[in-house]
């Protein structure tokens, strides 16, 4: 399985960016999958994540209301994405995007996440 994050860059604080992660590789669509960001040292911490039916979804408390993650789904791959919206200082950091093959209930828990993309880094200027 492979991830491919791409999105990043530079924005001014209250502005938008929409990250994208290609999966491919996966011989079924049973992941759950998820975004996870790591600021300068700082531990990497859970951002928001879909279920692998796209019927449930679960955000960071500091991204509520602001982000938004979605999916779309091949054969053989899929596409998650996030919309970052009223994005703010804090959120700097590099963005990783994951996927978890046990399709569990529990979408936050950066345990499950077997497999993970390179990370796209977002800079939000004050």
């Known amino acids: 399985v492979q991830l491919q994050a791409s999105g990043g860059g530079l924005v001014q604080s209250g502005g938008s960016l929409k990250l994208s992660c290609v999966v491919s590789?996966?011989?079924?669509?049973?992941?759950?999958m998820g975004w996870f960001r790591q600021a300068p040292g700082k531990e990497r911490e859970f951002v928001a994540a879909i279920s692998w039916g796209g019927m449930r979804t679960s955000y960071a408390d500091s991204v509520k209301g602001r982000f938004t993650v979605s999916r779309d789904s091949a054969k053989n791959s899929a596409y998650l994405k996030l919309q970052m919206n009223s994005l703010k200082p804090e959120d700097t950091a590099v963005y990783y995007c994951a996927a978890d093959p046990s399709s569990g209930w529990e979408l936050s828990d950066k345990s499950r996440y077997a497999y993970w993309g390179q990370g796209t880094l977002v800079t939000v200027s004050s």
């Open positions: 590789g996966w011989t079924d669509n049973t992941y759950n």
